[in-house]
């Protein structure tokens, strides 16, 4: 029913999508998977009708389709999941759901028992509970993925595209979206199911199709494929040589977190990291890494517990001071955290360091310069000039001048969330490269990472974070794939196994 | 397993409370009601002042007076519902009271002339929504600038001239008055107007939908709602109640000069803010946005009878705007604190 | 804006080569630029006056023209920085009257020395500035409703303390000082010494210092700022603080500009000044501008004002005028975009952008709780 | 220095600009129709020595100084004389002086300054102030409580007329007792509206006094439509054409002003009378005011129209401004 082919898509300089393709069936649930930035939601907004593809055919019920809006695609009958949850925090849960189409009573009145009930209902089928009258502002990541499902459900469209929709979900609540989303598959509707777990993917899907940096590249029927075989498609090679960490020799502590809780966030977590050595910080996306590490730099405030940077107490809830201290922090939202896109290069990477370089109290745009070249040069950021605003920039060039901004500090602690979130796969090894030879230098690196090959591969030690606890903590040489994902989501390895293998699986949730 | 059920937001029992404690803790977060109570001690201690305050034209004005605010605090509200505002309502309001005048004083019957002014008043906000909507430029600019224009046309076409009372159709200028059991026909027209748009905004999708805009632009546009038509539509409500303004202008005050109206544009977002309307969108209702209109102008009447010099009035209504937004972030700050609460059980 | 442009192909010239500092000529750096666009229309409008204008060459002119419009040159410095960072201070121009009532009441009704009275003037204006910041940044309260807030309250402080007296009788000494000429003949009055060391102060501020980057970064993306340690709050409390005080200070010139303390004096001045600044080539939405730019925008303004009047057109023309160059100075570039067809990702940006006076993060995830909402303002 | 001779010139081409002199008019604020009429009889005059009248003046805002760019515009273009009503009677001094300088001559009419060559007055305040008290006083039976509703809170010759009312009551009226006075700025809203609190603010009020067109013409219309029409006096200063419908419905019985008209009328050609060097505004300087007949310049530079005219029923229709 969904034909795309070929599919490119560019924001100024990043090639979000080369040539994506994808070719779902009816009555059937279809899964794409690819590393960060591989194209995915790019490819899922084109489909709905967010972005305008740049060339390619796009085939929807075998007529060639172009949305302009996603109201267009709406009408056409497709239903999208965005991988951010879209909600207006100022609605009720209900009026969320049923935006721009609620059940109209009489004189043309929005009958607001009918959509409550609708909403119950809907609730109901997917076993959780949220008063539908409740305003959407305050609720937690989950509840928001939730309420984008009903809402998505709701729409009953002949083909459901769904984006990551498991990502801050619990064990129960994915088990019922499964069950849910194989009914719709015998009403004989189409499903297209974004997922970085493999487990997941193998549980509930017919067809799997890989992409890897905007490029379609294979599909399978999932009962011939196997974990290995897809990774080293994703990925496009093994992963043992991507990730080069050289063992260094590790030296004292350099960040020492004790009890540190944050209402609602995490809860009493402690951990050390010393110089030469990388920490991966690993778990389930929503598990709360990038609070702890927010909080550890000062940018969220925490309510209770210690960080200590070479034995000196770290003042909480103020980066300036963390900064002063020796931290640096790359923050996992490039776009709105790390970089301020609309300015430029040498802006951005004399960001920190800028307060050092005024002459009797003048700050100068050459004198930015003269600092930002050698780190530019380090890192050998691609940019024709440095008055280039970074929005002219590729994702991968975009990190590497947020991790020049950094490292022109000099730090003593680097705090590194999602090193090589979409970004391409040379940029990829070169950040790795670059992470493992810092260390030899003697930097204490604390990393966090959704890419379990990445944490495996980098990491001297791993620290699994679920619910905002840390439940494990695994040496380089226990830190197998299925012990993480088993800390990860709060179960014994042995259930890891078991989800690889789809009919079992079935049995425990039907 | 177990446990991560526990722990889902979704299942905890802060979710599942009745609403028993939810009703009383809305009443007390109502900021309609808030206002209410102000304005209702307000009147009682006139009552209790000057005994005269609620009996004859007293009352009357009471009532009559705010009827021209409650207009523009209504449009007002549904263009800060959309995150935008419309400084230009002043502008408006004195261009539609003349042009309502001289229509009569030209002869043309009242009826023609209040809808030409109303007419007038819708077309002046398409000017400012068709830039706002298509141009995509920001509201405050655009509508600052042409409430400069709208104005100067104003001076331009009135010169010195002004509409007097002798030039208006005699029965035109009676419904300035006119009351019906006590109740001025201005006031009542009004109130209809603020009822209207009220359930609008409440019960139409597409008043839901202003909402959703100004709540998150973004995920609107995400969404695929139809933020042109429904900000342009906002803008044209917004000049037609201006417009409507203006002719009420005319009849109340019987006389028009190039002035009429100038700064009450600040006194209509102020209602609005007064009222609980959020500056930046997506909040607020047009009742709160009423109140505060009748509170400023109750203010004005009150202040004399309690003895504060009427210089203060300013100073006071300053005071009231700030109190209104500082509680509002309070509420909220202490909202988002008990949600956080809520979040975090421990199994 | 030449002189720091100058400087830089300097220092261009020394530094290795590594990464070229600018992708484009210094030429067309300078011209492809709103500001150029501004001081190109200032210029082209009063060499027009000049030779179309009778009395316009006369040595009054320039004279009358900065006389009046100093107060609107002062308040805009600071302005520019405020509107950068994506706030607004609707206040300035009730501050004004309110610091005059007190220089009125300080230098009559308490007998204080008058260079005291002057002093305690602006510290009210300072006050009054402090207030706002800390509301705006420590409470988080958005701007524009604090201060048209302070608008009413200020308005109404200097109504009620002065009611229907106008103070004067203040030092001849003084009062002439604010029409004092640089030099005898000179068509330059002295007030524009401070104004123009008040300008190159903020210049330095927001151009060559890091609290000024810290200023833009702040109005592009304040989340961004934050995580590069930029004090976000104490920077816009710094920022308002200063409108306060050049307000006060404003204040204390045009009440011995005009001789006499009055409750309604200045009155709707404010929009004035945030007319000539966003016609300066600031973005409402913070990020964009400068001071140079600004200035221009200022004295386009005033230039057009005082043309339109010797020509004997009435102020109301004037006024539309400036409403029109006011809308098609951000419906300019708006159309250019349009124009040259920019790739539907931006172009949604923009559009995200338009319908609001604050930046709504369009990559940034869900944003459901109101704090964030506040911190976006 | 070259201010002198380029104001000389200037002067000269002023007077050059047709027999008569180049004269600015600048009223309190355009869009008020006690000004319409002055600049009509200004225009009347000129047209009669054949100068110029150009008006001009700030829309609405009444503030201090809004009349100082406009003194200063008139300075540059070196007219030969400025007609002002001043709406501060200091800070249009500075400006003014200036103008002097460059020997530019001003007439204040209507509301004085404290730095002019002539103050043409609409009668003395003493007279105006007394006829007003008089007026309301046999409207109300000599006894009871009045307030004033005056226009902005500084309004200059507003504020010499109350305090002078203030004085003539204390003096002669003791069972008049002024309750209030309130401000409604020239402006038809706000008078209205303060009109509408004063009334209720005061239950037993028995009459007011509004010294300015605009107030006078609000208050009577808030009057007309309210259950206090009849009840409590109205008078004051008010332009017939405006008053006329509240005479007829009996809300109002008597009000006084002098001819606005003419006093524009006098005040150009006490102007023309400057400029021409006719007279150097010495008390005791005399000059002809067209069909005006003959003036005499009294003490400290002031000129005096005449005795304030009282309308009412009988006369009203006589008038057309
Ligand atoms: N609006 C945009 N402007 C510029 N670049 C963009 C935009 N949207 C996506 N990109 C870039 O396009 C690439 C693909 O992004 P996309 O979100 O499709 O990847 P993805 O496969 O969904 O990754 P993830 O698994 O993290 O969701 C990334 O490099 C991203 O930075
Ligand atoms: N079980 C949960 N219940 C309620 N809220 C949760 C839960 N888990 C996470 N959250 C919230 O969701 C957000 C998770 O943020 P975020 O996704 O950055 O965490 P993360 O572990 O860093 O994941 P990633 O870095 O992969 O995005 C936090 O605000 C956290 O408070
Ligand atoms: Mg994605
Ligand atoms: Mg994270």
Known sequence: ?510 | MSTTVDTTPSTDPGRRRPDARGVAGDLLRSRELAVLVVLLLLVAVATFKSNGFLTGDSWRDLLLTPSILLLLAAGQTMVLITRNVDLSVASTLGLTAYATGELMSSGQSPWVAALGGVAFGAFLGAINGVMIAFGRVPALVITLGTSLAFRGFLLHWAGSDRVNASEMDSGFLALGTKQVLTIPVLTIIALLVVVAVGYYLRTARSGRELYAIGSDPAAAALFGLPIRQRVLGAFIASGALAGLAGVFFAARYGGVSSNAGQGIELQAIAAAVIGGVAIFGGSGSVWGAAIGAFLLVTIDRVLPILGVPDFYQQAVVGGLIIGAVVLDRFLASRAEHRLVAEREVTP | ?377 | GSDDGDGGDNGGSGGGGGGGSAITMIPKSLGNPYFDASTAGAERAAGEFDGSIEEVGPTGDAGPDSQVPFIQTATQQGVGALVVSANDPSALCDSLEQAQDVDIKVVTFDSDTECRDLFVNQADAQGIASKQIELIADQIGGSGDIAILSAAANATNQNEWISLMEEDLAANYPDINLVDTVYGDDDDQKSFDQTAALLQANPNLKGIVSPTTVGIAAAARYLSTSEFKGKVALTGLGAPSQMKTFIDDGTVTEFALWNPDDLGYLAAYAAEALVSGDISGEEGDTFTAGDLGEYTVGADGIVVLGEPFVFDASNINDFDF
């Open chain 1, 1 to 510: 029913m969904l034909d795309l082919d070929s599919v490119s898509k560019s924001f100024g300089a990043v090639r979000a999508l080369r040539s994506g393709t994808l070719k779902v069936a009816a009555g059937s649930i279809h899964a794409l998977i690819g590393e960060n930035g591989a194209g995915k939601s790019t490819l899922v907004k084109i489909v709905a009708g967010v972005h305008r593809r740049d060339a390619g055919t796009f085939r929807f019920q075998g007529r060639e389709v172009d949305f302009g809006s996603t109201a267009e695609s709406k009408d056409a009958g497709i239903a999208v999941i965005y991988q951010e949850p879209t909600l207006f925090p100022d609605l009720s849960v209900t009026e969320n759901i049923f935006m721009g189409r609620m059940p109209l009573g009489s004189a043309r009145r929005i009958d607001r028992q009918a959509m409550h009930r609708e909403a119950e209902s809907l609730f109901e089928r997917l076993g959780v509970r949220i008063d539908p009258k409740r305003p959407a502002r305050g609720l937690s990541i989950a509840d928001q993925q939730i309420i984008e499902i009903a809402k998505a459900i709701s729409l009953d469209a002949a083909l459901l595209v769904m984006d990551e929709p498991t990502a801050a979900l619990s064990g129960v609540e994915v088990d019922r979206l499964f069950a849910v989303a194989r009914s719709l598959r015998d009403e004989g509707r189409g499903l297209v199911f974004i997922s970085h777990r493999f487990d997941e993917v193998f549980d509930l899907c017919d067809t799997v199709t890989v992409m890897r940096d905007g490029a379609y590249i294979d599909t399978h029927r999932v009962a011939d494929t196997s974990v290995p075989a897809l990774v080293a498609q994703m990925v496009g090679r093994e992963v043992a040589e991507l990730f080069p960490k050289v063992p260094a020799e590790i030296g004292d502590v350099v960040l020492s977190v004790d009890g540190l809780s944050s209402a609602g966030v995490f809860r009493d977590v402690s951990f050390q990291v010393r110089a030469g050595e990388i920490v991966g910080l690993s778990g389930l996306v929503g598990a709360g890494r990038s609070e702890i590490a927010r909080a550890v730099f000062g940018v969220d405030r925490y309510d209770s517990g210690t960080v200590t940077l070479h034995g000196k107490p770290v003042k909480p809830g103020n980066p300036r001071a963390a900064i002063r201290s020796g931290i640096a922090f790359v923050p996992e939202d490039r776009r709105q955290q790390g970089l301020v896109v609309d300015s430029s290069v040498a802006h951005n990477v004399a960001g920190v360091i800028r307060r050092n370089l005024s002459k009797a109290g003048l700050l100068t745009t050459a004198a930015e310069n003269k600092a930002v070249r050698p780190w530019a040069a380090r890192l050998e950021v691609k940019t024709n000039a440095l008055d280039m605003p970074a929005t002219t920039m590729s994702g991968g060039n975009q990190q590497k001048v947020v991790i020049a901004k950094w490292l022109a500090t000099e730090p003593s602690l680097l705090i590194i969330d999602e090193p090589t979130r979409g970004i391409d796969v040379g940029t990829k090894s070169e950040v790795h490269r670059l992470l493992s030879e810092l260390a030899g230098q003697g930097l204490a690196v604390l990393m966090i990472s959704s890419e379990l090959p990445e944490v495996l591969g980098m990491a001297d030690r791993v620290l699994v974070v679920c619910e905002g606890r840390i439940t494990a903590e695994l040496d380089r040489s226990e830190a197998t794939p299925e012990n993480v994902m088993a800390a990860a989501t709060g179960t014994t390895p042995d259930r890891v196994h078991v989800a690889l293998e789809t009919q079992q699986v079935e049995e425990v949730t039907a």
């Open chain 3, 1 to 377: 804006m030449s002189a720091t442009t100058t400087k830089k192909t300097i220092d261009e010239a020394v530094d290795e080569r590594t990464y070229a500092s600018y992708a484009r000529p210094l030429l067309w750096r300078l011209v492809a630029t709103r500001e150029f666009a501004v001081v190109a229309l200032l210029l082209l409008v009063f060499f027009y006056s000049r030779a179309n204008i009778v009395g316009f060459d006369g040595p009054l002119t320039l004279y009358f023209l900065f006389l009046q419009s100093a107060p609107i040159m002062l308040l805009a410095l600071p302005m520019t920085l405020v509107i950068i960072t994506g706030e607004i201070d609707l206040s300035v121009a009730s501050t004004m009257a309110l610091t005059g009532a007190i220089l009125g009441i300080a230098y009559t009704k308490w007998d204080l020395p008058f260079v005291l009275s002057m002093v305690l003037a602006i510290g009210v204006g300072l006050a009054c500035g402090l207030f706002n910041g800390f509301l705006v940044s420590y409470v988080k309260l958005p701007s524009i409703a604090v201060t048209i807030g302070t608008l009413a309250l200020y308005r109404g402080l200097a109504q009620g303390f002065l009611g229907t007296e106008a103070i004067n009788g203040f030092p001849e000494k003084w009062t002439d000082l604010t029409k004092e000429r640089i030099s005898d003949g000179s068509s330059y009055p002295l007030v524009l010494i401070p104004f123009v060391v008040l300008a190159i102060a903020f210049g330095l501020l927001l151009h060559f210092s890091s609290f000024g980057r810290g200023v833009y970064e702040i109005g592009l993306n304040d989340e961004a700022a934050r995580f590069t340690g930029v004090d976000i709050a104490r920077t816009k409390l710094i920022l308002f603080a200063l409108a306060g005080a050049v307000a006060g200070l404003a204040g204390v010139y045009q009440t011995l500009y005009s001789g006499v303390a009055r409750g309604d004096a200045s009155q709707n001045l404010e929009l004035q000044v945030i007319a000539a600044v966003l016609l300066g080539g600031v973005s409402i939405f913070g990020g964009r501008g400068t001071l140079p730019g600004v200035v221009a925008g200022v004295l386009l303004i005033a230039v057009i004002n005082s043309a339109m009047r010797l020509d004997g057109i009435r102020t109301e023309v004037t006024d539309i005028i400036i409403g029109c160059l006011l809308v098609a100075s951000v419906l300019a570039p708006m159309l250019l975009t349009w124009v040259s067809g920019l790739a539907p990702g931006r172009v949604r940006r923009t559009a995200s952008r338009s319908s609001t006076p604050t930046e709504p993060s369009v990559t940034g995830g869900p944003s459901l709780d109101s704090k964030s909402a506040n911190e976006r303002q």
